[in-house]
Each structure stands twice: as C-alpha cells, then as structure tokens.
C-alpha cells in the first residue's frame, strides 16, 4: 500500500534551533519525494522535491531508501518557518504525478 | 510559479444543493487535479484530469462528483447533492505530468 507518515502532529521549537521534521514512506517501487509548505491562509507551495537536491529557505531533505524516510532539516529555525509542512509522495508511472500526502506537521517557531 | 486561481473562495450551500468549484490555471499544463482536506485531515486526492477526461480517481470520488474542462480553461469540479461529509477545503492543482504539481489557493465549501 502507498502511505505517507509523518509521526509528529506539532512541533515546537525556539528560534535558532534545529529542526527536524519526520516523513516515512511506504510503496514498492522508486517513487518521487516532495516536502509542501503551506504558511497561514495560503496556498500549498512546493519546497522540496528529492531529485533536486536542492536547499530552498535552509531546509534539505535527503531520501533514505534504506529506511525509507524522507526527513526535512533546518539547522537553525526561523520564526517565519512557522507552516504546516506536508510530506508528500508521487507514485512514479507513465504521465501523471498523483500526490499522496502525510498528515503534516505543524512547525511552530517561538522568538 | 503558475497561477492557478480558484473560484470562490468560500462557498456556503444547504444539504442536498448542488454547488460547481471552479479552477482557472493560467498556464498550458495538461494535468489538472481536485484534492481535498477534511479539517483536521489529510490532503486526499479525488481525481486527476487529463486530455479532457478522468485518468484516475479515488474511491471518494463517487457518483456525486463530476469534473470537466468544458471551454478549454475553466476546471470545474461538481458536487451534485451535498451532504454534510462533504465539508471541506477543495485544493485545485495543474501539472505537466513530469513536473511538480502547483496548487490554488483553495475553495472553502461549507455544507449546512
């Protein structure tokens, strides 16, 4: 079955702290990763996708087949990191990308 | 980032009603999407919509929903008889099948 975890409901944190947050996947074959953000009132945008390799805002994300996690890092919080973040997973087939999302983890990032 | 911008924003309707979620991406992607998020819930997809007809749906995506591209740029979603399960934010979102999908801004509907 195609499932996304993400353990952690809500995570507090302190401003210049590192961060941390959680994604484990569940699917058979090679899927594609991706990390959503949706800030208060708007819209979900795209953060990281794992083929990129890419650090957007300070954040990474590197995919562990091994473990099959996709975790998210920062290593020093800002509070305008505060978001909802979605894991996300894209089955990889022939022309369409069909997300499947985690429950999200709610950053909260204190002064 | 493409624009997509869904219409309204927030829409109240009566049990039973039928209401129309509309979906404007200004772009030429190919692959159009409806999620929705329950509150409190998960982002689950509904269906996916490609060369003007429906690739692939979930299992929530019953006979209550339809979904079309009728004048090539409005995407509309339908519900035909809301019921009170169907309270929800409605995510849009466009794709070009090999890229990341782009999503608007969200259509509240709230079923009384």
């Known amino acids: 079955a195609q499932r996304v975890t993400q353990p952690e409901k809500l995570l507090s944190v302190f401003k210049g702290a590192p961060v941390e947050l959680k994604c484990n996947y569940s699917y058979s074959g090679s899927p594609e990763l991706f990390w959503y953000v949706q800030y208060s009132r708007q819209r979900l945008q795209l953060l990281l996708r794992h083929i990129s390799r890419e650090s957007i805002k300070g954040f990474t994300a590197d995919l562990n087949k091994g473990e099959t996690s996709f975790h998210l890092k920062k290593p020093f919080a800002q509070e305008e990191d505060s978001a909802m973040y979605y894991c996300a997973l894209s089955p990889v087939s022939g022309g369409y990308n069909k997300l499947i999302f985690g429950a999200g983890t709610r950053l909260a990032v204190h002064p | 980032e493409p624009e997509v911008t869904q219409t309204p924003s927030h829409q109240v309707t009566q049990m039973g009603q039928e209401v129309i979620l509309r979906c404007v991406p200004i772009s030429n992607h190919l692959y159009f999407y409806w999620y929705r998020q329950i509150l409190g819930q998960k982002v689950e997809f509904l269906v996916s919509?490609?060369?003007?007809?429906?690739?692939?749906k979930s299992e929530i995506f019953d006979d209550q929903f339809s979904v079309e591209r009728p004048d090539g740029s409005n995407f509309t979603l339908k519900i035909r008889s809301t019921k009170l399960e169907d309270s929800a934010m409605y995510f849009c979102a466009i794709g070009t099948g090999s890229s990341p999908l782009h999503f608007g801004n969200g259509t509240r509907l709230t079923v009384t």
């Open positions: 919509f490609y060369n003007n007809e429906i690739s692939e």
